[in-house]
């Protein structure tokens, strides 16, 4: 590959590898927020509150992945 086609790719390698840690690092460890609510540690309404900006950022994270899925099968 040239030089210049893998400078152009390298922004969408970096995205890659920044949303590879995010799903298979940070992501797993997002803490049960039912299980918590159970157990007094929040309430309903602050489970709810993080569910929402949980989701939020899954969404965002899918988006990101679908604008690079391009490179990730050449």
């Known amino acids: 590959e040239s030089p210049e086609f ?4 390298l922004p969408c390698y970096k995205e890659a590898l920044e949303l590879h840690n995010w799903w298979t690092q940070a992501r797993p460890k997002r803490v049960n927020l039912w299980e918590e609510v159970s157990a007094g540690r929040l309430t309903g309404q602050e489970a709810a509150t993080i569910e ?11 988006v990101r992945l679908v604008k690079i899925r391009e490179i990730l099968w050449s």
Do not use: F, H, I, P
């Open 52 to 62: 929402d900006r949980q989701y939020a950022e899954d969404t965002e994270m899918l």
């Open 6 to 9: 893998v400078g152009k790719r």
